[in-house]
């Protein structure tokens, strides 16, 4: 599915709001575009209807007293002779009165109470007397009721126009957080169903980025891009509406700034993408290279490499930067420039029309014409500058989006939500060969068979395949020949999320989450409650750190546990396991880390912990393991060796050279 389309799937989750705040913003502009109209009416009838000719009329109300006469606007008039027309005009700053009709364009001018008008073809003279101060408003007295409503009008448009256009902002704007709510929800969710194998192959620092970054960018489209394209698009749409009522010829020539807008997009678009592209991974390839530098600061600063990091996170800031500041210049040198050209032709448009018709005498306009034209063309390049300067927006909003659809398009593990089925626990591998690539098998042929209750031990060297055998149990991958069972079920065809509710793993090092001690150990499961957590934690021997802990169960744990100690954090470990009541248990070298004094201590939680459970062991001390049922030494993925302790001992083979080894030191 494509970019934009994804993007209006999510759109349509708000279409309510986005369609009443549309909807708003109609009538908001429409209000806001009538003003022009009112001003063209208050200056053309109005203001300048002083000069529409006046007719000589009996004394009647609305009519004008001068030099012992009545008069009245000659649109006014139903019936008049022309002879019968006298006119008021604006010559410089006076105005005169003369007692006849005055030929229309031409240049005007007063010389010894002659009014002399001057065109290319002829010059024309009448009688003129100046009027008086009192005299002009007399003639204004009738307009004044008229252009007050006008005014008051177009005053009371302006007050609906805001408070419209602050609710569709408002409503555009909640619409748009709540999308990307949903979008983040989304993706965050998504992430809690991805295979494990995703995030042994990119780093936590790009997730996180698309989770948070990304997103951002996204919600910049919807608050801030979409907003301004929407009230710009039915902007323009209404000025043109104005405009072709004004005049159709002059609207149809304005529409020539859209074609160069266009081209302006696509090559816009054509660098912008490349350079959005390149800055949102250099954005993720940071966030990534600060969270492995805060996770390894301790190897960091033991190994003196600070120079060294800092020299990587400087050559991804560096390109980072590179590409910034390209973007930056392209919308420099187009985003106002743009605008200002083509503002400046439309301009030179008008004036060539306007003045080349007045000068060939084809059409004379009005002021308020005019003036309506100005204003319309002005609040046209608005909205345009609006669209141009959020193109850079958009377009990172577009790179950022096709990462987050990318990522919501990897493949999730099934989820199946049925009834939990207890397992006995009877484990079984059957000649189960796996690899994590193809073609690279990193177990070979692997058979063996635990009962229900019975603890399985796994030792070999590093990459022996020890913890490959528990990512294939986990079903953290398949394997690719044979076949693993669970009590006689083969587990590929048990759904993930039931097979793990049956399993429980305890790793050498142990994770806490943020939040209380009993939300790590319930991990939010409604069936454990307070009492089920507590005597998980007692039945461990771990009830000394409840106790020492300001609010107990309650108690705040900071983040990794870093509060506790590595064996308090076992401890707490082994009260989850146990709260979940697994079938099977997996201890993934969970003593690896743990001093002797306190090894005590964790072997009494183990031994309460594996009581009644398969249990399978991932050892790396062998004396911990002595007391297992079934011991299985690895070697290059390999089953070499297979018994007990002293089975194994008798052999005298791998096991006993390495138990010979680790007591040889030890000692």
């Known amino acids: 599915m494509k970019t934009a389309r994804r993007l209006w799937n999510y759109a349509l989750t708000q279409k309510k709001l986005i369609i009443l705040s549309l909807l708003m913003l109609i009538v908001a502009v429409s209000c806001e575009l009538c003003g022009p109209f009112l001003a063209k009416r208050m200056i053309d009838y109005h203001i300048l209807g002083i000069e529409k000719g006046w007719?000589?009329?009996?004394?009647?109300?609305?009519?004008?007293?001068?030099?012992?006469a009545w008069y009245e606007r000659r649109d006014r008039v139903p019936q008049y002779k022309n002879s019968d027309v006298a006119e008021v005009l604006l010559v410089g700053r006076s105005y005169y009165f003369v007692p006849e009709e005055v030929q229309k364009g031409g240049v005007r001018s007063v010389e010894d109470g002659i009014l002399i008008v001057k065109s290319d073809k002829e010059e024309s003279q009448y009688k003129a007397e100046k009027l008086t101060g009192s005299e002009v408003l007399s003639f204004y007295k009738e307009e004044t009721k008229p252009i007050v409503w006008l005014m008051s009008m177009y005053f009371f448009l302006l007050v609906v126009a805001s408070v419209l256009h602050f609710g569709q902002r408002y409503y555009l704007q909640v619409s748009s957080h709540r999308i990307i709510q949903k979008m983040r929800e989304d993706v965050f969710f998504h992430t809690q169903k991805l295979p494990v194998s995703y995030f042994d192959r990119f780093p936590a620092g790009q997730i996180v980025s698309r989770i948070t970054n990304d997103t951002e960018a996204i919600r910049e489209l919807y608050v801030t891009v979409l907003a301004t394209f929407v009230t710009s698009i039915v902007y323009i749409i209404g000025v043109f509406v104005a405009l072709f009522i004004l005049d159709p010829k002059l609207a149809l020539a304005c529409f020539v700034i859209f074609p160069i807008l266009f081209i302006w997009i696509v090559l816009y678009r054509k660098f912008a993408s490349f350079y959005n592209y390149r800055i949102r991974t250099r954005i993720s390839e940071l966030n990534g290279s600060i969270n492995e530098s805060i996770n390894g600061m301790t190897i960091i600063r033991a190994f003196g490499k600070q120079k060294t990091f800092q020299k990587e996170f400087e050559h991804i800031n560096r390109d980072h930067f590179t590409y910034q500041n390209k973007l930056n210049s392209l919308n420099a040198l187009t985003s106002y420039n743009l605008v200002g050209f083509l503002r400046n032709i439309t301009f030179v448009l008008i004036i060539w029309y306007f003045g080349g018709g007045s000068i060939n005498g084809e059409s004379i306009i009005t002021i308020g014409i005019l003036y309506a034209f100005v204003?319309?063309?002005?609040?046209?390049?608005?909205?345009?500058?609006?669209?141009?300067?959020?193109?850079?927006?958009?377009?990172?909003?577009?790179?950022?989006?096709?990462?987050?659809?990318?990522?919501?398009?990897?493949?999730?593990?099934?989820?199946?939500?049925?009834?939990?089925?207890?397992?006995?626990?009877?484990?079984?591998?059957?000649?189960?060969?796996?690899?994590?690539?193809?073609?690279?098998?990193?177990?070979?042929?692997?058979?063996?068979?635990?009962?229900?209750?019975?603890?399985?031990?796994?030792?070999?060297?590093?990459?022996?395949?020890?913890?490959?055998?528990?990512?294939?149990?986990?079903?953290?991958?398949?394997?690719?020949?044979?076949?693993?069972?669970?009590?006689?079920?083969?587990?590929?065809?048990?759904?993930?999320?039931?097979?793990?509710?049956?399993?429980?793993?305890?790793?050498?090092?142990?994770?806490?989450?943020?939040?209380?001690?009993?939300?790590?150990?319930?991990?939010?499961?409604?069936?454990?409650?307070?009492?089920?957590?507590?005597?998980?934690?007692?039945?461990?021997?771990?009830?000394?750190?409840?106790?020492?802990?300001?609010?107990?169960?309650?108690?705040?744990?900071?983040?990794?546990?870093?509060?506790?100690?590595?064996?308090?954090?076992?401890?707490?470990?082994?009260?989850?396991?146990?709260?979940?009541?697994?079938?099977?248990?997996?201890?993934?070298?969970?003593?690896?880390?743990?001093?002797?004094?306190?090894?005590?201590?964790?072997?009494?939680?183990?031994?309460?912990?594996?009581?009644?459970?398969?249990?399978?062991?991932?050892?790396?001390?062998?004396?911990?393991?002595?007391?297992?049922?079934?011991?299985?030494?690895?070697?290059?993925?390999?089953?070499?060796e297979h018994g007990n302790h002293e089975e194994l001992m008798q052999k005298r083979g791998i096991y006993y050279g390495m138990y010979k080894t680790q007591k040889g030191e030890a000692s």
Do not use: C, W
């Open 55 to 68: 007719v000589e009329v009996a004394e009647k109300d609305g009519a004008v007293h001068y030099n012992d």
């Open 375 to 640: 204003d319309y063309i002005n609040r046209l390049f608005e909205p345009l500058t609006d669209i141009v300067n959020q193109l850079s927006n958009l377009e990172q909003a577009r790179v950022s989006a096709s990462r987050v659809f990318e990522f919501l398009t990897e493949k999730e593990e099934k989820y199946e939500v049925g009834k939990r089925k207890k397992y006995v626990g009877e484990v079984a591998f059957h000649n189960v060969s796996f690899g994590y690539k193809e073609g690279e098998e990193v177990l070979h042929n692997i058979t063996f068979k635990a009962q229900p209750g019975e603890t399985v031990a796994l030792v070999g060297h590093t990459g022996s395949g020890k913890s490959s055998m528990m990512n294939i149990l986990f079903r953290f991958y398949d394997v690719q020949k044979g076949k693993i069972t669970i009590d006689g079920e083969d587990i590929s065809t048990i759904s993930k999320q039931e097979l793990r509710k049956n399993m429980a793993i305890v790793l050498q090092d142990p994770f806490l989450f943020s939040g209380t001690v009993k939300e790590n150990i319930t991990l939010n499961e409604q069936n454990i409650d307070d009492k089920k957590a507590f005597l998980a934690i007692e039945a461990v021997g771990g009830e000394g750190i409840i106790r020492k802990l300001k609010g107990g169960m309650n108690a705040r744990v900071a983040e990794r546990g870093t509060m506790f100690s590595t064996g308090e954090r076992q401890l707490l470990s082994f009260a989850r396991a146990l709260a979940f009541n697994p079938s099977i248990l997996v201890l993934d070298e969970a003593t690896a880390n743990i001093d002797t004094e306190t090894e005590s201590v964790i072997q009494h939680g183990l031994d309460v912990l594996k009581k009644g459970r398969t249990t399978f062991i991932i050892a790396h001390r062998l004396s911990t393991i002595k007391e297992a049922d079934q011991i299985l030494v690895l070697d290059k993925g390999r089953i070499v």
